[in-house]
């Protein structure tokens, strides 16, 4: 249990946030896809906003969790489609 909990720890340590984020459904970006997940995320994440092609937190000592936002991506992939989440990818730079 304290091994996990420590690793847990290490993991949300070294994550990396991004300034931009959207998503990806078969290695293509898709724009439609990202604007839903980017207005779910802005209900939990206030300071991240839509700029008309990506999700957007580029404040000091801000950012968007690459591998969170992602999980965004497949959860309004599978609502939406009912497709299989194995499909989308978080794509996130800057």
């Not at 950012?63 to 194995?86: H, N, P, V, W, Y």
Request: glycine share 10%.
């Amino acid at each position: 249990m304290k091994i996990a909990v420590v690793l847990s720890l290490v993991a949300a340590v070294l994550a990396r946030d991004h300034g931009n984020c959207g998503c990806a459904v078969d290695g293509n970006y898709d724009q439609e896809l990202t604007e839903f997940a980017c207005k779910f995320w802005v209900t939990a994440f206030p300071n991240t906003h839509w700029d008309g092609y990506s999700c957007v937190d580029k404040g000091y000592h801000r950012g968007i969790d690459g591998t969170a936002f992602e999980a965004f991506c497949k959860m309004q992939f599978k609502d939406i489609s009912r497709g299989l989440e194995s499909r989308v990818k978080g794509r996130c730079w800057h």
